[in-house]
């Protein structure tokens, strides 16, 4: 189904059919849900809303504590995938011409930002097109003003921008497969203001997986935001029963204090450096309140260790277990829940990347360069720590018996950072590629 066939049929053809669109029940119930995590990120936790308390007869304002776990948890999903940049292969020519369309368009750190938002908000939307200069450039759209368009076989078939500047502006920008037409409110009245050419087809939507929706994708936190939040209340109560009970109250036993109208008779304030004088028989003692510090290390322990394990972030990344000296296959059990994770998220990512090649591919005709966008493909490398003797020692022996090409080697060196730079200065050098003298060659 094209676009304007699905306008024809749920919207009657109306030309402004985008308004109501973008206004319907699905699309403002998911925008919220985005809005949300924008304000949970920016701190604002359920623990902020925790209502006043009465006690010893005086207004308390109980402690929330905010521990923004969140951010750290999804900034390693990202790291640990993308902290090492994609590298491209594939057909020579075709990757010379993507390395360049990558240094000038910032594509790195594109990558990292799309991958940001899929697991903060579950989806992002990424448009490609030429700059003034005929530059190939990438705009990354927010998820709150993306409204992708599906018809009734999930097929995407259209994408509306929407969104309302600081003056109260609306803007509206309609994307076919070959066009993108321009609307704003300007004035009052919804206005079309333009249609330009679309080359490089349908904004590409990376998304991760939603159980519910094959259309939309889940954010991450919404598998442990609710961890955090418990781990808040659990702290700040056990804060507040310190604070409640740091203060001793005097008790005396077997006597009872004959305090006068005036006041007289009763416990100084300032006893401290002083005495009492009881009766015989009687006792003061302060009395503390007990607390079960055990009872909150065991809780906490099960909630942190719940949240690691549902958000696949390893212990030692987060300074609870202590390692040293692993080997290499130790250092990859500790971080296999990691590696799932990142496993998927490259799955999410490389099938973006895919569609971004082709629309690369299409602006480059235009401009009368060709390369064979089904012969690029992308390598991650996870961020991983390693164990370099490890790593060398099988590096040597594959190059030893031949099964491992120099520029391989240097490229799964964890000592080398610049491939094309080292094998320019070997050549150089006059090495013929062969281990000697200690030298990776």
């Known amino acids: 189904m094209k676009l304007q066939e699905y306008v024809n049929k749920y919207y009657d053809g109306d030309s402004k059919w985008f308004v109501q669109f973008t206004t319907g029940y699905d699309n403002h119930e998911r925008i919220a849900n985005i809005i949300n995590i924008k ?4 701190g604002k936790h ?32 990202t790291s640990y995938l993308l902290k090492n940049p994609v590298t491209i292969s594939g057909d020579e020519v075709s990757v010379e011409v993507m390395k360049d369309i990558y240094k000038m368009g910032h594509y790195n750190k594109i990558d990292w930002d799309i991958l940001d938002n899929v697991c903060k908000y579950g989806s992002v939307a990424e448009y490609i097109y030429l700059d003034t200069n005929g530059n190939i450039q990438s705009k990354l759209i927010n998820p709150e003003d993306s409204y992708p368009v599906f018809d009734d076989q999930n097929e995407y078939i259209g994408f509306v921008e929407f969104f309302t500047s600081i ?19 300007f004035g009052g009245e919804v206005t079309f203001r333009g249609e330009f050419n679309n080359l490089s087809g349908l904004p590409i939507i990376y998304k991760n997986k939603n159980e519910l929706d094959e259309t939309a994708g889940r954010s991450d936190l919404e598998d442990y935001v609710n961890i955090i939040d418990n781990l808040e209340d659990l702290v700040s109560k056990y804060t507040d029963s310190i604070y ?4 001793p109250i005097p008790v005396i036993v077997g006597q009872k204090l004959g305090i006068g109208k005036n006041n007289e008779g009763a416990i100084p304030s300032t006893l401290v450096g002083s005495g009492i004088n009881l009766d015989d028989g009687g006792q003061f003692v302060f009395a503390n309140g007990q607390l079960d510090y055990q009872s909150f290390e065991s ?14 972030v390893p212990a030692v990344s987060m300074g609870v277990q202590d390692v040293s000296n692993l080997s290499e296959v130790s250092i990859k059990l500790l971080f296999s829940l990691a590696d799932l994770r990142a496993g998927m998220n490259e799955m999410y990512m490389r099938e973006g990347i895919e569609k971004r090649f082709k629309a690369i591919e299409s602006l480059l005709k235009a401009k009368g360069v060709v390369i064979n966008s089904d012969a690029l493909d992308v390598v991650f490398e996870y961020s991983r720590p390693m164990n370099s003797t490890d790593i060398i020692n099988d590096l040597n022996t594959l190059r030893d018996i031949g099964a491992i090409s120099l520029q391989s080697t240097l490229e799964q060196c964890p000592m080398i950072y610049d491939v094309g730079m080292e094998l320019d200065r070997i050549k150089a050098e006059g090495n013929n590629g062969s281990i000697e003298d200690n030298n990776i060659e």
């Open 39 to 42: 304000e949970y990120l920016s």
């Open 299 to 312: 809780v906490w322990k099960i909630l942190y260790n719940s949240l690691l394990q549902i958000s696949s």
């Open 244 to 247: 409640k009970f740091i203060n």
């Open 167 to 185: 003056n109260g502006i609306s803007y509206w920008n309609v994307f076919d497969k070959d066009t993108v037409k321009k609307y704003d409110d």
């Open 46 to 77: 359920a623990i902020l809303n925790k209502s006043k308390e009465m006690w010893n007869g005086k207004e308390f304002h109980p402690r929330t504590i905010v521990l923004n776990y969140a951010k750290t948890i999804l900034n390693f999903s």
